[in-house]
């Protein structure tokens, strides 16, 4: 991270899932629990292509693959994301150094948004799990936009939220997935890697970290 931004920083956007809370083991869990509870059999190389879907689109595809009676969609789809909840209220762990991360941005004056394809009720759970709610200014879900990501609308919502324009913005993103939605809503982007994540695909990203306190402020123009 040694390249300065072009544009003035204003405001971070940040996804909720692997980013701010250690949750991929959480929805794994929930998603097995529940999906095979109606007969869907889940494999690990179908998992990984629902991995970055909206919690609708997730239901969906089980669904074609393995379609169910006696359940709607919807009450499926409502049982994953109760268990998600349930399980993060009890279970739930902060992504290392992001408070302290945040709290830096917000002493520095920095808007704070969060953008992510998880359900919004599931939003509120996580942040008074992590006790971070009072850092956010905006947040956002893709559950009430046209598409999920990698589709740029939950951010560029975000952005009309905090008032900011889409280049004063930068994301962070765990998935290529996530980048690739922040990138394409004229963002600039941090990648967030870990031994787990690292793949060849993520190399879109303007910067890369593998912790929080790797971040290099002096990156951002308001720094210079």
């Known amino acids: 991270m040694t390249q300065k931004t072009k544009d003035k920083i204003e405001a971070f956007i940040f996804d909720m899932d692997g980013v701010i809370i250690d949750s991929e083991e ?12 109606v007969g869907v059999k889940l494999s690990e190389e179908l998992c990984s292509i629902t991995q970055s879907m ?3 689109e997730v239901t969906n595809f089980w ?16 049982g994953v994301v109760e268990r998600v909840a349930h399980l993060i209220k009890n279970e739930g762990q902060a992504i290392s150094g992001i408070e302290n ?27 008074e799990k992590l006790a ?14 046209l598409e999920g990501k990698p589709h ?3 951010y560029l919502t975000t952005a009309e939220k905090l008032n900011v324009k889409p280049e004063n913005c930068l994301a962070i993103e765990d998935s290529f997935s996530g980048l690739l939605a922040a990138k394409k809503a004229g963002m600039k982007t941090i990648a967030i890697l870990d031994s787990l994540n690292c793949k060849v695909e993520n190399k879109i990203a303007d910067y890369y970290i593998s912790c929080y306190n790797q971040f ?3 990156i951002l123009s308001l720094e210079e």
């Open 26 to 37: 959480i929805w794994k869990r929930a998603e097995k629990e529940v999906f095979s509870s």
């Open 54 to 56: 909206t919690t609708t």
């Open 63 to 78: 669904y074609s693959k393995y379609p169910w009676k006696h359940k709607t969609l919807d009450e499926v789809e409502n």
């Open 101 to 127: 991360f945040i709290r830096i941005l917000k002493s520095r004056g920095y808007k704070i948004g969060l953008a992510t394809n998880s359900p919004s009720v599931i939003i509120p759970v996580v942040l």
């Open 132 to 145: 971070l709610g009072e850092y956010f200014d905006a947040t956002s879900s893709s559950e009430h936009e």
């Open 152 to 154: 740029p609308f939950v």
């Open 216 to 218: 290099d402020f002096s």
